[in-house]
């Protein structure tokens, strides 16, 4: 029953998120419940927890993304359907 309103309270911090502090929290409360983040971990940066945002390039089925704050590059392998 917890888990479920902690998943509940994780969905809607991750729409008002726009600070390191803000994705700092969603990553606490989420290891503290042991509950997986699946795709969310692709919207902050897991050096920094800086939103994730800067030059994207996709170059053989993989999606590379470097953070504009740290520099630290993130990579996940793109499904194919």
């Known amino acids: 029953m917890k888990e479920k309103l902690d998943e ?14 803000d994705f700092k929290k969603i990553k606490n ?16 940066c897991k050096n920094c927890f800086h939103p994730l945002k800067g030059v994207t390039r996709i170059n053989k089925g993989v999606k590379s993304i470097k953070c504009e704050n740290c520099g630290k590059i993130s990579r996940w392998k793109i499904k194919k359907k």
């Open 8 to 21: 509940e309270e994780i969905k809607e911090l991750i729409k008002k998120a726009k600070t390191e502090r």
């Open 29 to 44: 409360l989420a290891m503290h419940s042991s509950i997986k983040l699946g795709d969310l971990r692709k919207k902050f």
